[in-house]
């Protein structure tokens, strides 16, 4: 496109991107503030003191290992089993795969509230504890949709002829997925971790619901709002958030160094 019509869609394009930073960069300002009182709402002056001392609040350290700690392993069991399920969709035909398909669909487009008032119902009748396990298996439960059908896009492009080369020189089954299969489809899996990871890390409703009397990184803020926000909230969000840029750059390098 190009002329007026290119220019106008530029400049759309990069509004959007500006609207989408300008929260993200006014929380990474306020990680630089020095407020006098307990609120960080009004800029007051310029001081690294937050970064040196980001982990001087107890509860908000304890909440934020807390979320870490059901991200990685909501993303590791829901990376196994989405991906597990992702691959028998794609590459196989079988009786229940439209239901699952739509079972999956469904996890995806439930209303959190929906599902976070099924999950606590679930637990208080089987009498399953609410903490850091009843947190996981929540997450793990509305994760493993969106690993399925990023693993499952990718297996339905797959070239069946490579499989048929592994056979053809002895490799079985096993050997194939692993050493031809798993590769090609590594990336998509990664892709799908990582989305469960950050999709857990932040998620509040769900959360709220299946927590107990267990905090989280979201949970804490969300109570601590009434009383004032300390920017070590801040600082820990730029550190979250430059995580996950170092991690799309770094998968970004070796994608177009891998077609380099």
């Known amino acids: 496109m190009t002329g007026r019509g290119g220019r106008l869609l530029h400049a759309y394009t990069w509004l959007l991107i500006a609207w989408l930073i300008l929260p993200i960069s006014v929380m990474i300002l306020f990680g630089f503030n020095n407020p006098n009182g307990r609120y960080n709402q009004t800029w007051q002056g310029f001081t690294l003191k937050w970064y040196k001392d980001v982990f001087a609040l107890d509860a908000l350290t304890s909440a934020l290992i807390t979320s870490l700690t059901v991200a990685v392993l909501t993303a590791l069991i829901a990376g196994a089993l989405g991906t597990a399920i992702g691959y028998a969709l794609g590459r196989y035909r079988f009786t229940g795969a439209g239901g699952l398909n739509l079972l999956m669909f469904a996890a995806i487009s439930s209303p959190e509230l929906v599902m976070g008032s099924s999950l606590l119902s679930l637990f208080v009748t089987m009498g399953f504890p609410l903490g850091t396990a009843s947190i996981t298996i929540a997450h793990v439960m509305f994760s493993i949709s969106f690993v399925a059908i990023v693993v499952r896009a990718r297996v339905m492009t797959?070239?069946?002829?490579?499989?048929?080369?592994?056979?053809?020189?002895?490799?079985?089954?096993?050997?194939?997925?692993?050493?031809?299969?798993?590769?090609?489809?590594?990336?998509?899996?990664?892709?799908?971790?990582?989305?469960?990871?950050?999709?857990?890390?932040?998620?509040?409703?769900?959360?709220?619901?299946?927590?107990?009397?267990?905090?989280?990184?979201?949970?804490?803020?969300w109570g601590a709002t009434r009383v004032g926000l300390p920017p070590q909230v801040n600082v820990m969000g730029t550190m979250i958030f430059a995580i996950g840029v170092l991690f799309a750059v770094i998968a970004n390098v070796r994608s177009r160094s891998r077609k380099a």
């Open 158 to 221: 797959l070239d069946r002829s490579l499989e048929e080369a592994a056979a053809d020189l002895g490799a079985n089954g096993w050997t194939t997925f692993w050493k031809v299969i798993f590769p090609i489809i590594l990336p998509a899996v990664l892709s799908g971790v990582m989305l469960a990871f950050a999709l857990s890390i932040d998620d509040f409703v769900i959360t709220n619901f299946t927590a107990g009397t267990t905090e989280t990184f979201p949970l804490w803020i």
